[in-house]
């Protein structure tokens, strides 16, 4: 059997429908579904504390597959019930004071500018968004002046934006962070999983991402990073749980060691087992390889729906990942949804809800968004592109 | 077959163990489990988005089961991914300014102190605590007296603290909240399918809790109480989601109108599912017939174990939960531990970690804690209490 038959075979959902919707939720691969039931049918038979005592070892081991996948060390990681819960924990372990700057990108994620904003109403501190590159991508050299003239506490960088090709050179930005000792959080929310990244590379002090995307883990799992430099200077999240701190004296609590000091003591287990089991099959597949291939397939598919007429690709990029978006002049994208959904082929629709700092400069009012991962085929390639050839025709 | 019968037909856990860890994590009925495990089946066959646009109905009836059992409406609860992060949601859309008053009890939950004292080092609020009764409860005409003299922004009260049996005057005490116009903020943990809880009448502005517990529920699922009057006067998470708002333009987000602004975008649906069907399984039973099926037997098992020389049930309050803890003297607690793992008895240990000021005053450092629950028999009750006259022998 070759690979792609392989991942294919290990990939249940595959055999049922033509899954471009990866950069909203994979199809989970069977060890990463066994793994989460197994856990359930444990927590029923024992209990649910029996049953996390019973797999404290392979709990364990979520860290170590975190640490070995992103190239930095177990205790580095916490695991958090999603992405933006991920980075929220992170934001709220920075001490900020009214006039304080977060430096930002008109591509960053939307949940973080409505947190921008109320951090704004509640704290008075102020946003400042570094300018792009004609290509897209921020502009390194305005990043580097902006740090100068605004001196923001934080600079935060969506890797790879939810509504476009666009991969922001993350760690050229880490490099000027560190240079001018400002705090740099990442979310990772499209990176992680399509990306071979490199945490210690990155030189980032946060890492936040979801496991549902490309990943191919559960629902409602995430995880955040957390640098050397955050852990030993103390920082904790604001809402800080029991799991993090024990309370030794009436006044008094110790923070844990390592980034488990941002998780809360309860979790999922079932998620944490899959997630682990999410890692461990993208070990075992190789980051270099799902790079590859996600990005041939990306551009497959970007070339292919750039030769029909009336439709735009609206990705930038000098390297583009595997986000494919597209505008149809003229198109009720109602009709174009119940095609895709005729031919079981799945993916998603943006407005400007979701990004409307990015929409505003494109000038439209949706996309559709195709996101191949490395068990796709050549075949379901060309097949949103027939729908939409039919449509228009 | 009847009722008690019925129940532990519906509990495959029951077979195995003899579980008084309820208020730990309680064992899952059939139900539950299969919710679970029919939402991952349906994510790994047809991707999770579309997974959950399927399940579309039933997500929304998490909420009509949530309000049938607490007696309130379904716009007034969110889910969570637990209940301290359902609290800390809560305490978080207060706007705290330095030397606001949070008024608490010596028996508040270890996470939720932990967090005030961050809240202290960091914003500048003071706790204050209100005197129990020599019953143990909080004293009422104390709570008045202090509600006069510190002018508090918020009381918040654990129902059910972990680590005794003790029942707080919710009720009485929200009467007290309302008629001085102050938040009350419940902490409903241990409540929360044990008792028969009426969140009008309690008239609490906010009331977490945790779906793993009484409710039965599966780990890693929590939900949020919020009133018409937070909701009214757009009292919202400071680290708002874009669940919760829409981006409406560059400087503004406008707030959903229910509960769920409370929420995160991202959601394990298997786990809400679950929870969903917990709320269904319980609204089944009664909350009446629990309620006093939980309280008889473990006023049994107080009975039994306060017979024993050596043996103090340290539980106070007029009327006591499900909860029974007891302290032996002179015992090495790891001894009991492994006779009763032995035994196949789940039951769960305490230390001054957990509950440091309850602790101090109790002058003990461990506590042994059983919690039965209704579908627990009175020959279960009586087989932890065989082991402990077994060790004193």
């Not at 031919?343 to 191949?372: H, Q």
Request: hydrophobic residues 40%; proline residues 3%; aromatic residues 10%.
């Amino acid at each position: 059997m070759g690979y792609i038959e392989q991942w294919r075979s290990d990939t249940p959902g595959s055999l049922h429908c033509t899954h471009l919707n990866n950069a909203g939720a994979s199809l989970m691969p069977t060890k990463v579904i066994d793994a989460i039931k197994l856990h359930i049918d444990l927590e029923a038979k024992m209990g649910g504390y029996e049953a996390a005592a019973h797999q404290a070892d392979a709990i364990g081991q979520f860290y170590d597959q975190a640490a070995n996948l992103f190239r930095a060390q177990s205790k580095n990681f916490a695991f958090t019930a999603n992405a933006t819960d991920a980075y929220n924990r992170a934001l709220s372990s920075i001490e900020f004071k009214p006039g304080d700057v977060i430096l930002t990108t008109s591509n960053d994620y939307v949940s973080n500018f409505v947190v921008f904003l109320n951090l704004k109403k509640r704290w008075g501190i102020q946003i400042k968004i570094v300018s792009n590159l004609p290509s897209g991508e921020i502009d390194l050299d305005a990043l580097r002046d902006d740090i100068i003239k605004f001196q923001p506490t934080v600079f935060s960088l969506t890797h790879i934006p939810t509504n476009s090709g666009l991969i922001q050179p993350a760690d050229a930005a880490g490099q000027i962070c560190k240079e001018n000792e400002i705090i740099y959080l990442v979310d990772g929310c499209q990176s992680a999983g399509q990306l071979d990244v490199n945490l210690t590379a990155m030189q980032c002090d946060f890492y936040s991402a979801t496991f549902r995307k490309f990943l191919r883990g559960p629902r409602g799992a995430g995880f955040l990073y957390v640098s050397d430099r955050m852990l030993d200077n103390n920082y904790h999240p604001l809402f800080l749980d029991m799991r993090g701190a024990d309370w030794i004296e009436e006044e008094n609590f110790s923070l844990k060691d390592n980034a488990t000091r941002f998780e809360d003591w309860e979790n999922s287990y079932a998620s944490l087992l899959g997630a682990s089991a999410a890692l461990a099959y993208a070990n075992s597949v190789g980051m270099p390889v799902i790079q590859n291939r996600v990005q041939l397939l990306a551009n497959q598919l970007r070339e292919k729906l750039s030769n029909i007429e009336r439709v735009s690709v609206m990705d930038r990029g000098t390297q583009k990942g595997a986000i494919v978006t597209a505008h149809i002049e003229s198109l009720d994208p109602q009709l174009l949804k119940s095609a895709l959904r005729q031919e079981k082929i799945n993916c998603s629709f943006g407005t400007k809800l979701n990004a409307l700092l990015d929409f505003k400069e494109k000038k439209i009012d949706w996309i559709v968004r195709f996101a191949p991962h490395y068990f796709n085929t050549e075949e379901e390639i060309k097949k949103p592109v027939a729908v939409i050839q039919d449509i228009l025709h």
